[in-house]
């Protein structure tokens, strides 16, 4: 039996093709540990720099938008629930790009409680715990500051004075 039978038709595996699977995990690269965890925190970094630009981008317009609508003559801006559904569409979006950013390299945690869940049960050192939350939170500032500067308002503009939390809208008691 040929190579080429025991590899496709017969029971045994074919050991002697000389193929070679090439790393891709950043566990079993060739890296310094240090230039490691330097890179996971600058996709941790980053990919919750990604999810608060996005969500609190999305929510940010959302308010300006329905204000420039309620200046206008007669302007009532009363359809909640597909205001809603924009900006949950915005907010999946934003963590499914922060995870697309983030995977590869440190495992997408892009919550400090996420992070915590690993050092608890001892997935995670404790360091390196730290390390990521600080990122996060890191991520999470420059992610604000850049909605922050997107929406800044000059004299004479419209303010937008309350896009970081959640509260209930018209109509929720």
């Not at 039996?1 to 790393?23: H, W």
């Not at 909640?80 to 559904?85: E, G, K, L, S």
Request: charged letters at 15%; glycine letters at 10%; aromatic letters at 10%.
């Amino acid at each position: 039996m040929t190579d080429f039978e025991s590899s496709c038709c017969g029971s045994e595996p074919n050991v002697k093709s000389g193929l070679k699977r090439q790393v891709t995990n950043w566990e079993n690269a060739r890296l310094d540990k240090p230039l490691r965890v330097y890179h996971e925190c600058l996709a941790e970094m980053f990919g919750t720099c990604v999810v608060i630009l996005f969500g609190d981008g999305i929510v940010a317009s959302l308010h300006m938008q329905q204000a420039q609508l309620k200046m206008q003559p007669g302007g009532q801006v009363d359809d909640h629930f597909a205001a809603n559904q924009y900006v949950n569409m915005g907010w999946g979006l934003g963590v499914a790009f922060g995870v697309m950013v983030s995977f590869e390299t440190s495992g997408a945690h892009l919550s400090p409680a996420v992070t915590l869940n690993d050092m608890i049960f001892g997935n995670m050192s404790l360091a390196r715990g730290l390390l990521y939350m600080a990122s996060q939170m890191l991520g999470a500032i420059l992610g604000a500051f850049l909605v922050t500067i997107n929406y800044v308002v000059f004299k004479g503009g419209d303010a937008l004075t309350n896009f970081y939390c959640t509260s209930p809208f018209p109509g929720v008691s």
